[in-house]
């Protein structure tokens, strides 16, 4: 995906704290939340969108529409030849025509069996690779996405936009289709059929089979709203229980099972109550569906003896008139089943729909300029930035750095420097003023390009269940060996991973769960130095790790600054005593600005900070000292 992620360099998405941001984001651009009640669409806005599924597979479709008429006429052959088998070879006993209606029988089943398997095939096979193709699509698109996307959709949400919801879109080009088309297809052929055997049976048949219609419109119009809250309820269920397995280490700690199985336990009675919804409705439609072949089962067995009596109908064509009676009805009752799911398929569409409709971030017209290789100068010229209206969080903010240097960011949490960090990646658009990159814009510039020069090492490292290998050149792929063990030497991978068995081929687990913190720090920073950025952004990277990991660290963080130019946010103050420029942040204001001396001999907030931490560090909370044992030392 686009964008910065945990991970510690300049791909993934998400990641950096956000203490001082609420919960939604409603700032300049809005983003959806998928959960979120939505006025019903019309079938009429989806008809475009299934338009543009099929017009791709249109030759295709036209093929199996003629093979799918030669299996449905084919599948009549059997029920036209009972009236000749019972008139002609049964009654009037002419036993020459037997092996002719037999030939026929059989060459009509072997035409019916050679077209359905190659309609399944077909169909299948597509829809299938329907489904891939979307999944591919959507999964791309919402990498794209701006942060706030995220911020307003659980993790869950978006797994079953891209896994679920198009599972029935299959149909719409699939067997759904198939047996919906083959089904009318049939009952048009037997229809006109039994209308040439008896016109008054066939028309009061009619009549009460457009009167079951009617009632499955019905049906179907209210079981659709029912798919479509169904599908928002599995994904928060599903987006709650991803958030459980995740953070089980914490359940577990405060004894939580039994309150997340109560969550869960009400998000699956709330699935329940929809799915019994559904099947009451299906139920319904079944309910009418048996009702009215009764009705016209009897009703033609009423008639059609009458008429026997009459000398209007032989028993072969009352038979024959049956069979195709019943080739008629089952498929109209077979569109219950099928009604329900392209019904379903339509409900996956819309969903799908919403997620496509997202402007990514790249989209916006005025982001047109591709920026070349980044020097480094950073510029805030007069920014101020609100994720709610009238809620500034920051209140013009100017500040430069020049290419190589280091800026620090020191502040009380929820004063805005996480907010300045979002700006400089490109996560937000600043209300007003402007954050320049090189003298341009960064509203203006393609963040893809802008990003690829961009890395971040956090606090909380984000690693992939993979190798220490592929977790190193995940940003950069197509690295060679060499350079990546350099990059691990650097950052002192070498010193744990070639202690394991497997080496760099270990496995690290989910979210890098079989290394320590220290260990997963130097993995990222390894990785953030293969990335090779231009700017490069710490988040309090090593304010969680004990002396000895944070010495170890250091020395790959000092190699990993040197000549670029890097923002530290760190709440160990002594640790960026050596930045070039240390800016005081306070309720979204710069308090105070300069090197460590110049503000420490100023007295004011800074030297509150810097004395306060000093004496904690004393204490209880830390070893005697710890903090002042290791300083940045690289500088441009």
């Excluded at 198939?178 to 209308?195: C, H, K, P």
């Excluded at 030497?489 to 760099?504: L, T």
Aim: contains cysteine; charged residues 20%.
């Amino acid at each position: 995906m686009a964008g910065l992620g945990s991970s510690g360099l300049g791909r993934g998405s998400g990641g950096l704290r956000s203490a001082e941001r609420p919960s939604r984001n409603t700032s300049k651009a809005l983003s959806a939340d998928l959960t979120a009640k939505r006025p019903k669409p019309k079938l009429s806005d989806i008809l475009p969108e299934i338009w543009v599924l099929i017009k791709p597979r249109l030759w295709l479709l036209s093929g199996c529409f003629l093979l799918m008429i030669v299996n449905r006429a084919s599948s009549l052959v059997l029920p036209a030849l009972s009236r000749p088998l019972i008139d002609k070879v049964m009654n009037a006993k002419d036993i020459s025509l037997l092996p002719m209606i037999v030939g026929a029988a059989v060459a009509a089943t072997i035409l019916q069996g050679g077209t359905s398997y190659a309609l399944t095939q077909l169909l299948s096979k597509s829809g299938q690779r329907l489904i891939t193709d979307i999944r591919k699509q959507v999964q791309q698109h919402i990498g794209q996405l701006p942060v706030a996307f995220y911020d307003e959709n659980r993790t869950g949400t978006l797994v079953a936009r891209i896994m679920n919801d198009v599972e029935g879109i299959r149909n719409l080009v699939g067997t759904g289709v198939v047996d919906f088309v083959g089904g009318v297809l049939t009952a048009i052929f037997a229809f006109v059929w039994l209308l040439h055997i008896s016109v008054k049976m066939t028309l009061l048949t009619f009549v009460i089979l457009l009167i079951f219609g009617a009632i499955l419109q019905y049906a179907f119009k209210t079981i659709r709203p029912i798919f479509r809250e169904r599908a928002k309820i599995s994904s928060e269920v599903s987006g709650r229980l991803t958030e459980s397995l995740g953070g089980v280490r914490v359940i577990k700690g405060y004894h939580a099972e039994a309150n997340e199985a109560n969550v869960f336990a009400a998000g699956a009675e709330r699935l329940l109550r929809n799915v019994i919804s559904s099947i009451t409705a299906q139920s319904f439609m079944g309910l009418a569906a048996t009702a009215a072949q009764g009705i016209v089962t009897a009703l033609v067995m009423f008639i059609g003896a009458h008429e026997h009596y009459a000398d209007k109908l032989t028993v072969g064509q009352y038979f024959s008139y049956v069979m195709f009676l019943v080739f008629m009805i089952a498929p109209l009752i077979q569109l219950v089943s099928v009604g329900t799911q392209l019904t379903e398929a339509v409900a996956g569409l819309d969903r799908t729909r919403e997620v496509l409709a997202e402007r990514q971030e790249d989209a916006d017209p005025l982001r047109s300029h591709e920026i070349g290789v980044v020097s480094g100068d950073v510029r805030f010229d007069d920014v101020s930035f609100s994720y709610v209206d009238d809620k500034p969080v920051l209140h013009n903010i100017n500040f430069e750095s020049k290419p190589g240097t280091v800026t620090a960011l020191v502040g009380s949490s929820g004063s805005g420097k996480s907010t300045i960090i979002s700006l400089i990646c490109g996560f937000h658009t600043a209300q007003s003023g402007a954050v320049l990159i090189d003298g341009h814009d960064l509203a203006t510039l393609k963040l893809s390009s802008f990003r690829s020069q961009l890395g971040v090492v956090l606090q909380e490292t984000f690693l992939f269940d993979g190798t220490i290998r592929e977790n190193v050149k995940f940003s950069r792929p197509e690295a060679t060996e060499e350079e990546c063990l350099k990059a691990c030497s650097i950052a002192r991978v070498d010193e744990f991973a070639e202690r394991f068995p497997e080496g760099y081929d270990t496995i690290v687990g989910e979210r890098g769960v079989k290394l320590s913190g220290g260990q997963r720090q130097r993995i990222s920073i390894a990785r953030a130095i293969l990335a090779d950025p231009r700017i490069l952004i710490l988040d309090e990277a090593t304010s969680s790790l004990d002396s000895e990991s944070e010495a170890l660290i250091q020395h790959g963080l000092s190699y990993l600054m040197q000549g670029r130019t890097t923002f530290v946010i760190a709440h160990r103050l002594s640790t960026i005593r050596r930045a070039d420029q240390i800016l005081v942040i306070e309720q979204g204001r710069i308090l105070e600005r300069g090197t460590h001396d110049e503000l420490y001999k100023l007295g004011g907030r800074y030297y509150d900070l810097y004395t306060q931490q000093h004496g904690l560090e004393t204490n209880l909370f830390l070893a005697p000292g710890e903090g002042d044992k290791v300083e940045l030392t690289a500088k441009a």
